[in-house]
């Protein structure tokens, strides 16, 4: 009979031998890198040039804002606005979380969302001439805005 240290000890050294190494591992990595296929690098490309794109508009942005922080002479009217643009949101998130912990609301806004969702799309992008005039619609708001 063996004592009981002694089975633990060779279940302990059959586990250890199983268990991947470090080398191991990173060999599994490499050639799991090695064989990637085309897919995967043209996709990882696609992202760069959409990191590229992302990055240059963050600039474009940024350098407006500071031209715009720049030339505004009212600096202080502008902080109390953000400050209270950011007071606004956390109230407003408090208020949403109470609403979302109420048993029956969360899920009739939830069904107004959807049913308002299926009007607009039935109203607005079903049809083509409808969808023109969408477009059409956007385009003059987006040209009053800028």
Known sequence: ????????????????????????????????????PARFVASNAAADDLVDSLQDKLSEVTTTLGEAWEESDE??????????????????????????????I??????????FSAFFVYQNLLYKPDRAALRETITKTLNKIL
């Open 106 to 115: 969360p899920s009739v806004l939830e069904l107004v969302g959807i049913l």
């Open 1 to 36: 009979m063996t004592t009981i240290a002694a089975r633990m000890t060779t279940a302990t050294a059959r586990v250890a031998a199983k268990a991947p190494t470090a080398s191991r591992a990173k060999t599994v990595m490499r050639r799991a890198s090695a064989t990637r």
């Open 75 to 104: 600096k202080p009217a502008i902080v109390t606005l953000g400050l209270y643009g950011f007071v606004g949101l956390v109230a407003l998130n408090g208020t949403l979380r109470a609403v979302d912990s109420l048993p029956l």
